[in-house]
């Protein structure tokens, strides 16, 4: 996506009305399935009168639908500081924007939502049976080179919870026989200063990192000396930023995609 469209959504995601519509009841924090409403301002009361039942996904405009995380609903953690998960969310999305690499949806700090501040993220139409260990065993230079930009996205932002679940995969409806594009979701365990990489994704270990790639990363970390960084300092901490600055020069080195590293280098669970 290019930067004015995605301007445009960003802007939106911020100030149109929005409603809750759902929960997703497997998160472990509050993840809430929410529709923008300035385009069709029917409630869902008015919704389910017309439909004559409660909607479902199929029923409502997947371009009204986001997910929206509330600073409110996040569980404490020992290793992040409280509070601050729904903007590790944004900083990753403001990194995947800055890469160029499109591979988090637009995702913006609102300050007033149904349940106060939070994180709210395009939602991603997607097959629920697709996800990361569906796609790697695919034959698909394409899908694999889109692997290996998530496979250094993580390691730049410290992604502590790369699960498989985490890989959205998005088919072109009108172009069926189009490679798929991966999305990726649920980044509010990042950017830690402590090393923390936990990630389904270490069979990729080897795998030639393209000149391309580390190109992008080198342009990253030279931004993260200007106004860029100081957007990442509106949402971390000024240590934070520091250690993932350190962190994307190290990633500009990398000729291969590294073997597993840490005490615990898998997520749990998996999926």
């Not at 520091?242 to 962190?247: E, G, I, Y």
Request: aromatic share 6%; net charge negative; proline share 8%.
């Amino acid at each position: 996506m290019t930067d004015a469209p995605r301007l445009e959504q960003a802007d939106r995601l911020r100030s149109a009305p929005m409603e809750v519509v759902g929960r997703f009841a497997d998160a472990s924090n509050a993840t809430l399935l929410a529709r923008l409403t300035d385009r069709d301002p029917r409630d869902l009361d008015t919704i389910t009168a017309d439909l004559g039942h409660a909607p479902g996904l199929e029923d409502l405009d997947p371009d009204d639908l986001v997910v929206y995380k509330p600073r409110r609903g996040e569980r404490p953690l020992w290793d992040f500081p409280q509070g601050t998960l729904h903007r590790r969310e944004v900083a990753a999305a403001e990194v995947s924007a800055a890469l160029g690499w499109d591979l988090v949806p637009t995702t913006v700090l609102r300050d007033e939502g149904p349940f106060g501040v939070g994180s709210v993220q395009r939602f991603v139409p997607h097959d629920p049976e697709q996800h990361y260990f569906t796609v790697v065993e695919r034959d698909d230079d394409a899908l694999r080179a889109q692997l290996v930009a998530m496979v250094l996205f993580d390691l730049a932002i410290d992604n502590a919870d790369r699960k498989g679940g985490h890989v959205l995969v998005e088919p072109f409806a009108d172009e069926p026989a189009r490679t798929p594009r991966l999305h990726l979701v649920d980044h509010g365990v990042s950017f830690n200063v402590v090393d923390k990489l936990r990630t389904v994704a270490w069979d990729l270990a080897g795998t030639p990192v393209p000149d391309a790639l580390r190109a992008d990363l080198a342009r990253l970390r030279t931004s993260l000396d200007g106004a860029f960084g100081d957007r990442c300092r509106d949402l971390l901490s000024d240590a934070e930023v520091a250690v993932f600055a350190t962190r994307v020069e190290r990633a500009t080195q990398l000729e291969v995609l590294p073997e597993p590293v840490g005490d615990v280098p898998y997520p749990w669970p998996l999926l």
